[in-house]
């Protein structure tokens, strides 16, 4: 059973900076990607941003674009996701997401079979 454990988040201005860290309870195989979503209350679960083990490959939601930065350390089994320049808008809870083989739509949700926890990150204006 794969587990993914994250941290990170909190209470911050608008316009500061966090770092959200996600790490599996297992190496991710070559295949493998892992991604971040986030949901408020009442909205579905939308696309942050994925990356591919393999190549390193990274992926965003239109609306984080220039501003977060996903990357991924081999060797701790481990996955960031660097928010800079953060707004009130967003305000949510992250979750880690994994899955052992996925090679396309790593903006699905659906395609992600493994979760964190969740962790809170509120931007206040």
């Known amino acids: 059973q794969v587990q993914l454990v994250e941290s990170g988040g909190g209470l911050v201005q608008a316009g500061a900076s966090l770092r959200l860290s996600c790490t599996a309870s297992?190496?991710?195989?070559?295949?493998?990607?892992m991604g971040w979503f986030r949901q408020t209350p009442g909205k579905e679960r939308e696309f942050v941003a994925a990356?591919?083990?393999?190549?390193?490959?990274?992926y965003y939601a239109e609306s984080v674009k220039g501003r977060f930065t996903i990357s991924r350390d081999n060797a701790k089994n481990t996955v960031y996701l660097q928010m800079d320049s953060l707004k009130p808008d967003d305000t949510a809870l992250y979750y880690c997401?994994?899955?052992?083989?996925?090679?396309?739509?790593?903006?699905?949700?659906?395609?992600?079979?493994?979760w964190g926890q969740g962790t809170q990150v509120t931007v206040s204006s």
């Open positions: 297992v190496r991710p195989f070559s295949n493998a990607a």
């Open positions: 997401s994994g899955q052992l083989f996925l090679n396309s739509d790593y903006d699905s949700r659906q395609k992600y079979r493994y």
């Open positions: 990356i591919s083990w393999r190549g390193g490959n990274t």
